[in-house]
């Protein structure tokens, strides 16, 4: 099997209230918004949104799940300078912060934030990647 991903889908309880927060806190521009979907690209893969009992219907499973997700997603900057002006720019914003920045225990910085539906983003310096222009982890075989 190909290590790839190419969709990463949120299932959410209001598609309007998730797709505002990503478009005005995070200045994310939708590829699709119709059909109750929303996509984003991303750098090499689409966050998708989606109402989350059509989602769980879609799987074939029950929407009975609470509390922690199991589940956090990263945004990884070159510098800790960069994760600190994001979490000012985000908290500006009204953007409810989890965990304000700091050094952690891998060597690296972090913090984390939520999403109108808890959904944890983790914003991090991380000084053993290497990131190209648009972002992406540089990887070397």
């Not at 750098?43 to 922690?68: M, Q, S, T």
């Not at 997603?73 to 985000?90: G, P, Q, T, W, Y």
């Not at 972090?110 to 982890?137: M, Q, R, T």
Request: glycine share 10%; hydrophobic share 45%; with cysteine.
């Amino acid at each position: 099997m190909n290590q790839v991903l190419n969709f990463l889908t949120i299932g959410v309880n209001d598609l309007d209230k998730m797709k505002n927060f990503y478009v005005e806190k995070f200045n994310w521009v939708t590829l699709k918004d119709s059909d109750g979907i929303v996509f984003f690209k991303l750098n090499g893969f689409i966050l998708a949104l989606f109402p989350l009992e059509e989602l769980a219907e879609d799987i074939g499973i029950r929407n009975d799940g609470k509390g922690f997700k199991r589940v956090a997603f990263a945004i990884n900057c070159r510098s800790e300078k960069e994760v600190d002006m994001m979490f000012e720019e985000l908290e500006q914003k009204g953007v409810k912060i989890v965990k304000q920045p700091g050094k952690v225990f891998w060597g690296g910085y972090s913090g984390y934030i939520a999403d109108v539906e808890d959904n944890y983003w983790e914003i991090a310096y991380n000084p053993f990647l290497e990131l190209d222009a648009g972002g992406s982890v540089i990887t070397h075989k």
